[in-house]
Protein backbone atom coordinates (compact mmCIF):
# COMPACT_ATOMS: atom_id res chain seq x y z
CA UNK A 1 0.00 0.00 0.00
CA UNK A 2 1.21 3.26 -0.77
CA UNK A 3 2.26 6.19 1.39
CA UNK A 4 -0.45 8.44 0.43
CA UNK A 5 -3.37 5.85 1.36
CA UNK A 6 -2.62 4.89 4.61
CA UNK A 7 -4.63 6.82 7.18
CA UNK A 8 -2.64 8.89 9.40
CA UNK A 9 -2.23 8.83 13.04
CA UNK A 10 -0.87 11.06 15.51
CA UNK A 11 0.34 9.98 19.16
CA UNK A 12 1.36 11.97 22.22
CA UNK A 13 3.58 10.49 24.71
CA UNK A 14 6.63 10.29 26.96
CA UNK A 15 9.75 9.52 26.58
CA UNK A 16 11.44 6.02 27.50
CA UNK A 17 11.51 2.52 26.37
CA UNK A 18 7.95 1.53 27.03
CA UNK A 19 7.49 2.94 23.66
CA UNK A 20 9.14 -0.07 21.90
CA UNK A 21 6.03 -1.68 20.74
CA UNK A 22 5.05 1.40 18.95
CA UNK A 23 8.57 1.85 17.94
CA UNK A 24 8.84 -1.97 16.36
CA UNK A 25 5.50 -1.67 15.01
CA UNK A 26 6.98 1.40 12.73
CA UNK A 27 10.26 -0.05 11.97
CA UNK A 28 8.90 -3.81 11.12
CA UNK A 29 5.73 -2.53 8.85
CA UNK A 30 3.33 -3.55 11.32
CA UNK A 31 1.25 -0.29 10.78
CA UNK A 32 1.62 -0.26 7.39
CA UNK A 33 0.41 -3.66 7.25
CA UNK A 34 -2.71 -2.42 8.76
CA UNK A 35 -2.83 0.58 6.95
CA UNK A 36 -1.92 2.75 9.10
CA UNK A 37 1.11 6.03 9.40
CA UNK A 38 1.47 6.32 12.88
CA UNK A 39 3.87 9.02 14.29
CA UNK A 40 4.57 9.89 18.19
CA UNK A 41 5.41 13.14 19.70
CA UNK A 42 7.08 13.37 23.11
CA UNK A 43 4.94 15.56 25.50
CA UNK A 44 7.12 17.60 28.08
CA UNK A 45 4.62 16.78 30.84
CA UNK A 46 0.90 15.08 31.84
CA UNK A 47 -0.82 18.85 31.83
CA UNK A 48 0.17 19.54 28.28
CA UNK A 49 -0.32 16.39 27.06
CA UNK A 50 -3.73 16.57 28.41
CA UNK A 51 -4.60 19.65 27.13
CA UNK A 52 -3.06 18.52 23.28
CA UNK A 53 -5.40 15.84 23.92
CA UNK A 54 -8.34 17.74 24.00
CA UNK A 55 -7.44 20.47 21.79
CA UNK A 56 -7.47 17.42 19.12
CA UNK A 57 -3.56 18.16 18.30
CA UNK A 58 -3.10 14.06 18.84
CA UNK A 59 -5.54 11.36 17.85
CA UNK A 60 -4.01 8.76 20.66
CA UNK A 61 -1.98 9.35 24.14
CA UNK A 62 0.19 6.72 25.82
CA UNK A 63 -0.36 7.89 29.40
CA UNK A 64 -0.42 6.97 32.99
CA UNK A 65 -4.43 5.40 33.73
CA UNK A 66 -3.88 7.97 36.62
CA UNK A 67 -4.16 11.08 34.12
CA UNK A 68 -7.18 9.54 32.64
CA UNK A 69 -9.19 8.81 35.98
CA UNK A 70 -7.95 12.60 37.66
CA UNK A 71 -9.40 14.16 34.40
CA UNK A 72 -12.79 11.98 34.48
CA UNK A 73 -12.99 13.09 38.12
CA UNK A 74 -12.59 16.70 37.96
CA UNK A 75 -8.97 16.93 40.00
CA UNK A 76 -6.50 17.35 37.21
CA UNK A 77 -4.77 20.36 37.33
CA UNK A 78 -4.73 21.57 33.97
CA UNK A 79 -7.49 24.05 32.94
CA UNK A 80 -9.88 22.53 29.78
CA UNK A 81 -11.49 24.00 26.89
CA UNK A 82 -13.56 21.00 26.44
CA UNK A 83 -14.99 18.26 28.82
CA UNK A 84 -12.85 15.57 29.31
CA UNK A 85 -13.61 12.30 27.55
CA UNK A 86 -10.26 10.66 27.35
CA UNK A 87 -10.83 6.45 28.30
CA UNK A 88 -8.58 3.99 28.49
CA UNK A 89 -8.45 1.41 25.63
CA UNK A 90 -5.41 -1.03 25.78
CA UNK A 91 -2.47 -1.07 28.47
CA UNK A 92 1.22 -0.03 28.07
CA UNK A 93 2.29 -1.54 30.60
CA UNK A 94 2.18 -2.33 34.86
CA UNK A 95 4.43 -0.19 36.65
CA UNK A 96 7.99 0.43 34.68
CA UNK A 97 9.17 2.73 37.38
CA UNK A 98 11.77 3.22 39.46
CA UNK A 99 12.89 5.27 42.59
CA UNK A 100 15.77 7.11 41.72
CA UNK A 101 17.95 9.46 44.11
CA UNK A 102 20.52 11.32 44.73
CA UNK A 103 23.99 9.46 45.21
CA UNK A 104 24.20 10.94 49.49
CA UNK A 105 20.13 9.45 49.44
CA UNK A 106 20.83 6.04 50.28
CA UNK A 107 17.13 5.13 52.02
CA UNK A 108 13.46 6.36 51.83
CA UNK A 109 14.40 7.74 55.64
CA UNK A 110 16.88 10.11 53.77
CA UNK A 111 14.47 11.94 52.02
CA UNK A 112 12.59 13.04 55.06
CA UNK A 113 13.16 17.23 55.31
CA UNK A 114 13.99 17.23 51.29
CA UNK A 115 12.82 17.87 48.05
CA UNK A 116 11.27 15.06 45.77
CA UNK A 117 10.76 16.17 42.32
CA UNK A 118 7.49 14.84 40.36
CA UNK A 119 5.45 15.78 36.52
CA UNK A 120 2.27 17.16 38.24
CA UNK A 121 1.74 16.88 41.99
CA UNK A 122 -1.77 15.33 41.47
CA UNK A 123 -1.46 13.06 38.48
CA UNK A 124 1.19 10.40 37.00
CA UNK A 125 2.94 8.44 39.19
CA UNK A 126 3.75 11.35 41.79
CA UNK A 127 1.01 9.12 44.36
CA UNK A 128 4.04 6.30 43.52
CA UNK A 129 6.36 8.20 45.45
CA UNK A 130 4.26 9.44 48.26
CA UNK A 131 3.08 6.24 48.81
CA UNK A 132 6.34 4.41 48.72
CA UNK A 133 8.05 6.95 51.25
CA UNK A 134 4.34 6.57 53.49
CA UNK A 135 4.85 2.65 53.68
CA UNK A 136 8.94 2.63 53.64
CA UNK A 137 9.43 5.45 56.17
CA UNK A 138 6.70 6.63 57.39
CA UNK A 139 7.27 9.85 55.45
CA UNK A 140 3.87 12.19 54.91
CA UNK A 141 3.43 14.55 52.26
CA UNK A 142 3.98 17.93 53.28
CA UNK A 143 4.76 17.18 56.84
CA UNK A 144 7.92 15.38 55.95
CA UNK A 145 8.85 16.45 52.77
CA UNK A 146 8.01 18.81 49.93
CA UNK A 147 7.32 17.97 45.80
CA UNK A 148 8.67 20.34 42.95
CA UNK A 149 6.60 19.90 39.76
CA UNK A 150 8.14 19.66 36.72
CA UNK A 151 6.96 17.66 33.55
CA UNK A 152 8.60 14.85 32.32
CA UNK A 153 11.20 12.02 32.85
CA UNK A 154 14.15 13.88 31.76
CA UNK A 155 13.22 17.45 33.94
CA UNK A 156 12.56 15.37 36.77
CA UNK A 157 16.44 14.05 36.24
CA UNK A 158 17.71 17.39 35.11
CA UNK A 159 16.26 18.70 38.95
CA UNK A 160 18.15 15.90 40.88
CA UNK A 161 21.43 16.75 38.62
CA UNK A 162 21.20 20.45 39.96
CA UNK A 163 19.92 19.68 43.31
CA UNK A 164 16.43 21.23 43.36
CA UNK A 165 14.98 17.67 44.44
CA UNK A 166 16.50 14.45 46.14
CA UNK A 167 14.25 12.05 44.55
CA UNK A 168 11.88 11.31 41.93
CA UNK A 169 10.22 8.37 39.77
CA UNK A 170 11.79 7.41 36.93
CA UNK A 171 11.35 4.71 33.81
CA UNK A 172 13.94 3.47 31.85
CA UNK A 173 16.15 3.82 30.22
CA UNK A 174 16.64 6.86 32.56
CA UNK A 175 16.73 4.93 35.63
CA UNK A 176 19.65 2.91 34.19
CA UNK A 177 21.25 5.96 33.10
CA UNK A 178 21.33 7.73 36.09
CA UNK A 179 22.50 4.50 38.24
CA UNK A 180 25.77 4.64 35.38
CA UNK A 181 25.87 8.36 36.98
CA UNK A 182 26.59 7.52 40.44
CA UNK A 183 22.53 7.78 41.61
CA UNK A 184 20.72 5.39 43.60
CA UNK A 185 18.00 3.28 42.80
CA UNK A 186 16.03 2.67 45.91
CA UNK A 187 13.52 0.23 44.60
CA UNK A 188 11.56 -1.02 41.55
CA UNK A 189 7.91 0.26 42.00
CA UNK A 190 5.96 -2.22 40.56
CA UNK A 191 7.58 -4.78 42.52
CA UNK A 192 6.75 -2.54 45.12
CA UNK A 193 3.09 -2.44 45.27
CA UNK A 194 1.87 -5.20 43.78
CA UNK A 195 -0.76 -5.55 41.07
CA UNK A 196 -0.39 -2.34 39.40
CA UNK A 197 -1.40 -0.74 36.38
CA UNK A 198 0.93 1.90 34.57
CA UNK A 199 0.64 3.43 30.94
CA UNK A 200 -2.23 2.91 29.14
CA UNK A 201 -3.22 3.95 24.97
CA UNK A 202 -5.78 6.73 25.48
CA UNK A 203 -8.35 8.08 23.48
CA UNK A 204 -11.25 10.84 23.21
CA UNK A 205 -14.46 9.23 23.03
CA UNK A 206 -15.72 11.86 20.44
CA UNK A 207 -12.58 10.75 18.75
CA UNK A 208 -13.51 6.78 18.93
CA UNK A 209 -16.95 7.64 17.60
CA UNK A 210 -15.69 8.90 14.77
CA UNK A 211 -13.01 6.47 13.67
CA UNK A 212 -14.00 3.11 14.87
CA UNK A 213 -13.04 0.76 12.25
CA UNK A 214 -9.38 2.77 12.05
CA UNK A 215 -9.41 2.43 15.82
CA UNK A 216 -9.50 -1.50 15.08
CA UNK A 217 -6.61 -1.54 13.12
CA UNK A 218 -4.66 0.18 15.63
CA UNK A 219 -5.32 -1.86 18.02
CA UNK A 220 -4.61 -4.85 16.17
CA UNK A 221 -1.47 -3.45 15.03
CA UNK A 222 -0.79 -2.70 18.51
CA UNK A 223 -1.51 -5.92 20.36
CA UNK A 224 0.95 -7.38 17.30
CA UNK A 225 3.72 -5.33 17.85
CA UNK A 226 3.60 -5.91 21.99
CA UNK A 227 3.15 -9.88 21.01
CA UNK A 228 6.69 -9.49 18.94
CA UNK A 229 8.19 -7.62 21.36
CA UNK A 230 8.26 -10.79 23.71
CA UNK A 231 8.33 -13.11 20.93
CA UNK A 232 11.56 -11.64 18.98
CA UNK A 233 14.48 -10.63 21.40
CA UNK A 234 16.84 -9.67 18.40
CA UNK A 235 14.80 -7.21 16.41
CA UNK A 236 13.43 -5.44 19.88
CA UNK A 237 16.60 -4.77 20.81
CA UNK A 238 18.04 -2.98 17.63
CA UNK A 239 14.88 -1.45 17.53
CA UNK A 240 15.97 0.17 21.72
CA UNK A 241 19.47 0.93 19.71
CA UNK A 242 17.90 2.58 17.04
CA UNK A 243 15.38 4.76 19.28
CA UNK A 244 17.79 5.29 22.38
CA UNK A 245 21.00 7.57 21.69
CA UNK A 246 23.83 5.73 23.37
CA UNK A 247 22.40 2.57 24.32
CA UNK A 248 24.93 -0.38 24.22
CA UNK A 249 24.61 -3.84 23.73
CA UNK A 250 24.32 -4.43 27.28
CA UNK A 251 22.53 -2.07 28.04
CA UNK A 252 19.64 -3.16 25.63
CA UNK A 253 19.85 -6.77 27.09
CA UNK A 254 18.96 -5.32 30.54
CA UNK A 255 16.62 -2.89 29.25
CA UNK A 256 14.86 -5.85 26.88
CA UNK A 257 14.61 -8.02 30.66
CA UNK A 258 12.85 -5.11 32.33
CA UNK A 259 10.23 -4.79 29.97
CA UNK A 260 9.54 -8.79 29.01
CA UNK A 261 10.18 -9.82 32.92
CA UNK A 262 9.68 -8.70 36.28
CA UNK A 263 6.92 -7.61 38.39
CA UNK A 264 6.48 -4.48 35.75
CA UNK A 265 6.97 -4.76 32.19
CA UNK A 266 5.20 -4.23 28.98
CA UNK A 267 1.82 -5.87 28.60
CA UNK A 268 2.33 -8.83 26.73
CA UNK A 269 -1.20 -8.43 24.60
CA UNK A 270 -1.53 -4.79 24.97
CA UNK A 271 -4.38 -5.70 28.25
CA UNK A 272 -5.57 -3.59 30.58
CA UNK A 273 -4.55 -5.00 33.87
CA UNK A 274 -8.27 -4.85 35.81
CA UNK A 275 -7.08 -5.96 39.64
CA UNK A 276 -3.78 -3.46 38.89
CA UNK A 277 -6.38 -0.78 38.31
CA UNK A 278 -7.18 -1.18 41.99
CA UNK A 279 -3.64 -0.23 43.01
CA UNK A 280 -4.33 2.50 41.02
CA UNK A 281 -7.65 3.93 42.31
CA UNK A 282 -6.79 3.39 46.18
CA UNK A 283 -4.19 5.56 46.06
CA UNK A 284 -6.17 8.28 43.88
CA UNK A 285 -8.64 7.76 46.95
CA UNK A 286 -5.27 7.76 49.32
CA UNK A 287 -4.16 11.11 48.04
CA UNK A 288 -6.12 12.99 45.22
CA UNK A 289 -8.32 16.51 45.69
CA UNK A 290 -10.90 16.73 46.16
CA UNK A 291 -11.18 14.06 48.40
CA UNK A 292 -12.87 11.37 46.84
CA UNK A 293 -13.45 7.23 47.20
CA UNK A 294 -12.83 5.28 44.07
CA UNK A 295 -13.91 1.80 43.74
CA UNK A 296 -15.00 1.56 39.92
CA UNK A 297 -12.44 0.56 37.75
CA UNK A 298 -14.31 0.23 34.50
CA UNK A 299 -15.57 4.08 34.57
CA UNK A 300 -12.24 5.26 32.93
CA UNK A 301 -12.27 2.13 30.37
CA UNK A 302 -13.39 1.30 27.68
CA UNK A 303 -13.14 -2.25 26.87
CA UNK A 304 -15.27 -3.00 23.60
CA UNK A 305 -13.20 -1.68 21.07
CA UNK A 306 -10.19 -4.17 22.23
CA UNK A 307 -12.60 -7.34 22.97
CA UNK A 308 -13.80 -6.79 19.47
CA UNK A 309 -10.85 -6.24 17.70
CA UNK A 310 -8.73 -9.59 19.49
CA UNK A 311 -11.62 -11.78 20.60
CA UNK A 312 -10.02 -11.13 24.07
CA UNK A 313 -12.60 -10.81 26.99
CA UNK A 314 -11.31 -9.38 30.21
CA UNK A 315 -11.94 -10.56 33.09
CA UNK A 316 -11.85 -8.44 36.30
Known amino acids: MATEDLTKLRMIGFGGASNLPTWLAMEAGIFAKHGLDVSITRTE ?7 DMMADKYDIATTSIDNI ?6 QGPAKLDAPFDMVAVMGVHSGMNS ?21 APN ?9 LLEEKAGLKLDRDYTILSVGNTHLRMDALRDGRAVA ?6 SDQEAAEEGYNI ?5 AE ?3 YQGS ?22 TVEAHERVFADKATSMSVLMKRIKGLADKGAEQLYKSLTSGAGGLSKHAEIDLPGMQTVLSMRTAYGTPKLVLTEPRKYLDLGPYEKATGRVLAG
Do not use: H
Open 45 to 51: GSMPQIQ
Open 69 to 74: IAYTEG
Open 99 to 119: IVTRPEIKSYADIKGKVVAVD
Open 123 to 131: TGYAFVIFR
Open 168 to 173: AVMGGP
Open 186 to 190: LSDCA
Open 193 to 195: LGG
Open 200 to 221: VYGVRRTWMAANGETLQRYIRA
